[in-house]
């Protein structure tokens, strides 16, 4: 019985845990770029878009499917790169807890 009241102390210690690596992912972000760094996106931990950056040599009416693609790639390389980061930082937390390779619904 002690065995599991003392495990059931340390999910709730992981619980807790991994609830304040969550709310410090919205705080952090992650850039990615596109076109050789035409396009810039900023994604937070939660994938979140922050923010587009866009250089103004590559605003040109006549080719604006070039800069629909290079804002789709640049925004799907940040969240990717942010889930990423999520995973490490959670990981982080449940090392030794949680079998290798579990995944964390939602993140």
């Known amino acids: 019985m002690k065995n599991l009241q003392a495990m ?3 999910v ?3 619980q807790a845990e991994i609830q304040k690596v969550q709310a410090e992912l919205v705080n952090k972000t992650v850039s990615e770029e596109s076109g050789g760094g035409m396009v810039k996106a900023t994604v937070n931990g939660a994938k979140e878009l922050i923010s587009i950056e ?3 040599q ?3 009416k006549d080719e604006k499917d070039i800069l ?3 804002v789709v790639a640049a925004v799907n390389k940040a969240i990717k790169s942010a889930a990423k980061m999520a995973e490490d930082e959670l ?3 449940t090392k030794g807890m949680l079998p290798s390779g579990f995944n964390f619904p939602g993140l």
């Open 12 to 14: 709730q210690k992981m």
């Open 8 to 10: 059931l102390q340390q």
């Open 54 to 56: 866009i250089d103004p």
């Open 58 to 60: 590559v605003i040109n």
């Open 68 to 70: 629909e693609d290079l």
């Open 91 to 93: 990981s982080k937390v």
